[in-house]
């Protein structure tokens, strides 16, 4: 299958401070990036859908000035965590999906932990 | 709105005995069905869709799921479990113009030697 690349996959930052976590499609241009925020032994839940050159669409409750998602090329989304706060420590994981796929490829995660 | 349920939260089983983990869902129109396997502090890795065709799909692993649209089901089977399937597999569903994935709340598998 295609491959996604996520990176860091860990990162601890100190509280007030950003954070940027990229995603990568490695083999495929993806038309289409998605987040996703994971809690322990929970399901994902998404954050957002972003469309390579177009601004990103949040899901309800997701601020959209606090989780800052960039997809500036087919091949790269960068979402950004602005002025980190303990209770955004958790799981990141994007997906992308590109062209006749069907089903959407997952990155590695971030685990991202706030201090 | 669409949507999937995995009833079970865990399922155990022996090495070598065969292994079920049950999905059922709800979407407007045709469905575009997925089995993803999740280990630890990891990203999801695609096990097997179902699109259209037959209703028995083959998937990576040695996991293959059924697709049975009367009963809006697509449950993931495997004949004989290995140690190494213990991980958290999640079901997916999205309509065939809609992008989102909505994912079941995972299963825990666990298989003991």
């Known amino acids: 299958g295609a491959v996604v690349s996520q990176h860091p996959s860990r990162v601890i930052c100190k509280s007030g401070t950003s954070v940027k976590i990229e995603c990568r499609s490695l083999d495929f ?54 002025s980190a706060h303990p209770e955004d420590s958790s799981f990141y994981i994007c997906s992308a999906r590109g062209g006749r796929e069907a089903e959407a490829f997952f990155g590695q995660g971030t685990r991202l932990t706030v201090v | 709105a669409q949507s999937v349920a995995q ?17 059922t869902y709800s979407v407007s129109g ?53 140690v190494s399937d213990s991980a958290l597999y999640f079901c997916a569903v999205r309509g065939s113009n809609d992008y989102k994935l909505s994912f079941g709340a995972g299963t825990t598998v666990t298989v003991r030697a």
């Open chain 2, 30 to 82: 045709n469905p575009y069905l997925f089995w993803y396997v999740q280990y630890p502090n990891r990203g999801l890795q695609f096990l097997l869709k179902y699109i259209t065709g037959d209703n028995l799909v083959k998937g990576s692993y040695g996991f293959e799921a059924e697709f049975n649209k009367s009963q809006t089901s697509f449950h993931l089977k495997k004949p004989s479990a290995l």
């Open chain 2, 7 to 23: 009833p079970e939260d865990q399922v155990n089983v022996a090495e070598g005995n065969p292994l079920t983990v049950k999905c």
């Open chain 1, 29 to 82: 241009q993806a038309t289409t990036m998605f987040w996703y925020r994971q809690f322990p032994k929970k399901s994902l839940m998404l954050m957002a859908t972003s469309n390579e050159g177009s601004k990103a669409t949040y899901e309800q409750g997701v601020e959209k000035d606090k989780f800052l998602i960039n997809h500036a090329s087919l091949t790269l989304s960068t979402l950004t965590v602005t």
